[in-house]
């Protein structure tokens, strides 16, 4: 039997063969997301444990990494809707490149924060389509939507963002 | 508010919000999943739960069904 059909039949074995072969790439998608690898290597055993739960829904013909993918998303909506409040954006993940030293330490706090306020299905898209830079088809993929429902969460995204930096009073045009 | 303004946050946004470079696993988290997996109970869905609720309601309501429903079982 195939190692996804004796997956979907409730093989341990099988489970741990795909756990293996997919873990890295699932904990790349939800360290962009949460950022944070603590919380990361978390999710990553959360969503695999979702999926073996809803193992006999999996359709072995299926694709099981975009299948996982959009699990992983799930379980880091499910973290950022829970964490909104407390969650800061870690300073110390490495990332590319510094961010920039003409925008003003105070700015970019502001930003950050924010982005924080997003709601969670705003700053979810919002961080891969912008800070990520994932394709829209993509992220529509991973999170179950059209492209262009993406691109509405997105532009929205930008609208919140100005309009909460605009009641900071955060100048904007002050940092080029 | 215009298209302009829009541009201009998506680049100070970009100035401040890196992407995350190193997204390498450090660490086989095959025992995390394995102590998890050992961890949660069997769980019954909630529609058995259900199902069992409205047998249960049938039963009471119609108990002449009790005879027919052991036969069938």
Do not use: C
């Not at chain 1, 741990?16 to 790439?25: A, I, N, S, Y």
């Not at chain 1, 939800?30 to 944070?36: G, K, T």
């Not at chain 1, 699990?71 to 499910?78: Q, V």
């Not at chain 1, 924010?114 to 299905?121: E, N, V, W, Y």
């Amino acid at each position: 039997m195939e190692l996804l059909q004796r997956f979907a039949a409730g093989d341990l074995d099988a489970f741990e063969v795909l756990f293996r072969q997919h873990q890295k790439e699932v904990y790349a998608w939800v360290v962009r997301i949460v950022r944070d690898r603590g919380i990361a290597e978390d999710l990553t055993v959360e969503t695999f444990w979702r999926i073996y739960r809803a193992r006999a829904r999996f359709n072995p013909e299926g694709n099981f990494q975009g299948w996982a993918r959009r699990i992983a998303t799930n379980a880091a909506l499910d973290y950022l809707r829970s964490a909104r409040h407390e969650t800061e954006l870690p300073e110390d993940l490495p990332s590319r490149p510094e961010p920039d030293p003409a925008v003003r330490r105070e700015t970019r706090e502001q930003i950050r924060g924010a982005f924080r306020q997003l709601p969670a299905k705003y700053r979810l898209v919002a961080t891969l389509a912008l800070i990520e830079e994932e394709p829209y088809n993509k992220i529509a993929e991973a999170t179950g939507l059209s492209a262009g429902l993406v691109k509405i969460r997105v532009f929205r995204a930008v609208r919140m963002l100005r309009k909460t930096l605009s009641s900071l009073a955060v100048p904007l045009g002050a940092n080029k | 508010m215009n298209e302009k303004d829009d541009k201009e946050i998506y680049e100070l946004l970009k100035r401040s919000i890196t992407p995350v470079v190193d997204t390498e696993l450090r660490r086989d988290l095959w025992p995390e999943m394995l102590k998890k997996l050992s961890q949660q109970p069997a769980r019954v869905p909630w529609f058995d739960w259900a199902l069992a609720a409205v047998l249960g309601a049938l039963l009471i309501v119609f108990p002449g069904a009790i005879p027919a429903l052991l036969y069938h079982l």
